[in-house]
């Protein structure tokens, strides 16, 4: 599976392989080109983050500004930042897709 978006910290993720398929979550590392640490801020902190391979991932057209920025300056984020991320993204980005907003 090809991703069309390039797997930058603060991207909005959702798991497509394993017994999280279907979670979303937020690029807080990169390792290398084919891994990525991710974290949803509930289950997954931000200091226990999840190894996941970027081919089991759907990359979405949205980077969390917050998230981004507080990763670049000060090296890490908090797990309420995140959360407020993903709901952000829920509210707004994915009730446009489905045309509801």
């Known amino acids: 599976m090809e991703n069309r978006y390039p797997a930058h910290i603060g991207r909005i993720v959702c798991e497509t392989r394993g017994r999280n398929a279907g979670v979303f979550s937020v690029i807080v590392g990169q390792i290398d080109n084919n891994l990525v640490l991710i974290a949803d801020g509930d289950k997954r902190k931000f200091d226990r983050p999840k ?3 970027i081919n089991h991932l759907h990359l979405y057209n949205y980077v969390s500004p917050e998230v981004k920025n507080s990763i670049l300056q000060t090296g890490r984020v908090t ?5 407020y991320a993903l709901h ?3 509210s707004f980005y994915l009730a446009r897709e489905e045309g509801t907003h």
């Open 88 to 90: 952000t993204f829920r």
């Open 51 to 53: 190894k996941k391979n």
């Open 79 to 83: 797990d309420g930042k995140l959360r």
